[in-house]
């Protein structure tokens, strides 16, 4: 069975490709297939735009297709960037600006508590219909300044106490082994194990977080 991993963003697909490493499937990008216009992410939780990305995908492409969402949720801001993450600041903006836009609003903010969490939804469609759904969750506190060269996007300022660093401290499978992604893709591969060619039950798995 071919799965599409519906997303452009190559951090994510070293990820992915690692996390179902093994799998008895074919994994196919979009690099692979003629352009597809992207959609606009229009949903207001990581859950709507995940299904939103999977059903468009498999419509246009064919193919069983898994996409994700996720980013960052900062209590002392009110959730964000949340949704957002990858558009906050501006589309094109770097993640050092991303990041002194953080520090800067948690500074205004300084008697909050600097908790946040990554948050992963993943959503994996065929023809019109979702087949399985499921979001991971990570614990941790924003960092008082970025550290770390691993990782990719907000790793650098996302402090994970059980480890003492940012994600983007440590090593890519100690990582994967507490992170948001690699909750989500974990109980996909589960999911693709059990049968991956004739698996055509919708199945919904909850919400689990890693504290």
Known sequence: MKLLLATTNQGKLGEIRA??????????????????????????????NARLKALYYAARSGLRAVAEDSGLVIDALDGEPGVRSARYVRPDASYAERFASIFSRLDARADRPRTARFVCALAVADGTRVMFET?????????????GAGGFGY?????????????????????????H???????????????PATNHQPINQPTTTNH
């Open 135 to 147: 979001t991971g969750t990570v614990e941790g506190i924003v960092a008082s300044a970025p550290s």
């Open 19 to 48: 996390l179902l490493a093994g799998c008895a499937v074919e994994l196919v990008t979009l690099n692979d297939l003629p352009p597809i216009v992207e959609p606009e992410e229009a949903g207001d939780t990581f859950e709507e």
């Open 155 to 179: 790793d650098p300022i996302f402090h994970y106490p059980p480890y003492g660093a940012t994600l983007a401290e440590v090593s890519d499978e100690a990582k994967r082994a507490v992170s």
């Open 181 to 195: 992604r690699g909750q989500a893709f974990h109980r996909l591969a589960a999911w693709l194990e059990r049968s």
